[in-house]
C-alpha cells in the first residue's frame, strides 16, 4: 500500500477517533470560567516577525472580547531551538486559573514528528480549542521569474539560490524538498528566528528565493509584488475533500507546486519523494497552527474557550477581516480542531522514514 494511502486511511481513523473523543469531553460538562480582571497569556515560540506572529495578534483583542470577563489578552514571544523552548515550557505548566494558552504551528509541529532530540513535549498532553489553516507562497526576484517558461520551471536550474532557512526539521522542509524536487539548486542559510526575516533577507538581496506563510505573504510580500520587486513563483497549494492538491482559495491565480512539477521535466507527482513531500504538507498546512490549553484543562475551561473563539467566528465581519489578515482558510473549534490536531501530529512511518533519511542525505541532522 503506497504511502499516501496510508497516510489518508491513517488520518480517517484519527479523525474518527478525535470526533468521539470530543464528543466525550463536551458531555462530561463545563459551564465556563470568569476571566474579568485577569490578563490571558499567549505563548508564541517564535520571533515577533513571522506568521504565527500575525495569526495571534489578529485574534488577540478579537478573543479579549468574546472570554467572560474581558480579559486583557497579551500575545508573548518564546523564540529558540526551532521553536521547543516555548513548546518545551509550555509542557511544564499544568492548567491552573486559564490564563494560559499557546500556539502551535507547523515548525513545532515537524520536531514532534520527526523525533527530533530536542523535543520534550507531547501534543496528547495538550488541550485544542482552535486550529487555523493556511497556505504557503514561494517568490523570486522578476530578473529570475523572467526563467520560466509558464509553469515549467527548467530555466531555473542553473541559478544559485540562497534561502534563509530557520532549521532542517522545521516547516521550511516543505519548500526546501520541493525545490529539490524541481532541480534547483538552493543553499539554506540556516537558524533566521523567523520567516519575517527570510523575508527581509530577500528584501536585503541577501537572498534570491523566499516563501512565506498565506498571512505573512499578504501583509508582507503582496507590497513587494505591487512594487515590481517580488513575483510569486507558486504555492503549496490547498487539500480537497478527496485529499487531491488543488489552487490555494486565497491565492487561486497563482499555480500549485504540483502543477509546476508536472511542467518541470524531472519533477514526479508520483513515488517515494512525491509521498513524503504530501504527507508533511498535510501535516504542516492544513492545520498549520493551533491554540491549547495546558494539560489538566477543566471541561469548564474548555468550554469557555472554545466558545470564545465560535463567537470570533460567528461575528459579522469575520470572514472580510480574517481573509484580509490570514487568506480564506477553515477555522476549527471542537470536533473539528480535534481531527485537524490529529492530522497535524501524525504521518505515517514511510513518510517520516523518508524523511528523516533525506535530512541526513541533505544537511547531516540525525534523528535516528
Known sequence: MSTLKTTRRMAMGLVAAATATFGLQANAGGHGIDLTGETVEWIIPFSETGGSAKWANFYAPLLSEALPGQP?????????AGSTKGANYFH????????????????????FLLGDPRVKFDYADWNVVLASGTGGVAYLPPELAAKMDGLDASGLKDTDFIYGNQGATRLDLVPTLAWEMLGLNVESVMGIKGRGDGRLMFERGEANIDYQTSSSYLSGVTPLVEAGTAVPMMTWGALSDAGDIVRDPTFPEIPTFKEVCEATDGCETSGEKWDAWKAFFIAGFPAQKMVFLPRGATADAMVTYTAAFEAVKARADFAEISGKRLGKYP??????????????????????????????EKYGVSLN
Request: aromatic share 10%; charged share 15%; proline share 5%.
Open 72 to 80: 486583557t489578552v497579551v500575545v508573548k514571544f518564546m523564540p529558540g
Open 92 to 111: 511544564e505548566q499544568e492548567y491552573d486559573d486559564g490564563t494560559l494558552i499557546f500556539g502551535s504551528s507547523g515548525s513545532t509541529q515537524f520536531p
Open 331 to 360: 477555522q476549527m473549534t471542537g470536533a473539528a480542531a480535534e481531527a485537524a490536531k490529529a492530522s497535524g501530529t501524525n504521518v505515517s512511518p514511510d513518510a517520516k522514514a523518508f524523511i528523516v533519511n533525506w535530512l541526513q
